[in-house]
């Protein structure tokens, strides 16, 4: 059974442009969520959804992020028009009604 | 919203010895507990995890306590080795048994020493 899938591991853009995460939930789970953690800090929560629908967005920046999770295929954390404070571990978990969260390896975003 | 607050934020132990960490939380809807384990570059591990009608669980050489009087739970490892070296997150969320977000301490680097 596969766990949480992320793409890409690594992510390098420059200042202005966009971002694009991947993110597979493990099988049979339908509840994602994304998390930020910064160097040396803990994980601070982003947005959780569920197929086609945002459940809470509560912690991600209301400019320049957005998330989705279509019907078909991986959740997608979109940033657009990329800072330097962006650079970060992007970490997705997935859940499936029970609430035990399991992790992706995440991916590592560094903006130059 | 739900604050949580983590103790110590490093710890060293030698292989053998016990080791604790402790978390308090401020929202009294908070049902759910998991704790985590992040060795370095990689991803967080579920390890142990409790619910607000359970005082405390057990696994191996793990254990947790909930007091929810008190609003604090610990994370107990007894016969610490060398690969329990890691840090660790704690974690509350708001519902029992359902999904939801969940908010995580600012984790414990623990080090065992041989």
């Known amino acids: 059974n596969a766990g949480v899938m992320q793409n890409p591991r690594h992510l390098v853009r420059r200042r202005g442009q966009e971002a694009r995460l991947r993110c597979s939930p493990m099988?049979?789970?339908?509840?994602v969520y994304w998390y930020r953690q910064l160097p040396e800090e803990g994980l601070k929560f982003m947005v959780y959804?569920?197929?086609?629908?945002?459940?809470?967005e509560s912690g991600m920046p209301k400019e320049r992020f957005s998330a989705e999770f279509p019907k078909e295929g991986p959740s997608i954390l979109r940033i657009q028009q990329v800072v330097r404070g962006d650079s970060a571990a992007y970490f997705c978990?997935?859940?499936?009604?029970?609430?035990?969260?399991?992790f992706g390896p995440g991916t590592r975003l560094t903006v130059l | 919203g739900e604050n949580v607050e983590q103790h110590p934020s490093t710890l060293s132990v030698q292989e053998g010895d016990s080791a604790v960490i402790k978390c308090t939380y401020s929202d009294s809807a908070s049902n759910y507990f998991p704790w985590y384990k992040q060795e370095l570059g990689k991803r967080p591990q579920l390890i142990i995890d409790?619910?607000?009608?359970?005082g405390e669980k057990k696994d191996q050489r793990i254990a947790v306590t909930l007091n929810k009087t008190a609003k604090h739970f610990s994370l107990h490892i007894t016969e610490t080795q060398p690969e329990d070296s890691a840090v660790y997150f704690c974690?509350?969320?708001?519902?029992?048994?359902?999904?939801?977000?969940?908010?995580f301490g600012t984790g414990t680097r623990l080090q065992v020493t041989l």
């Open positions: 959804l569920q197929k086609e629908n945002i459940i809470d």
């Open positions: 409790i619910r607000s009608n359970v």
């Open positions: 974690a509350a969320g708001p519902n029992t048994g359902t999904a939801s977000k969940l908010t």
């Open positions: 099988k049979g789970h339908s509840h």
């Open positions: 978990a997935s859940s499936g009604s029970g609430g035990e969260q399991f």
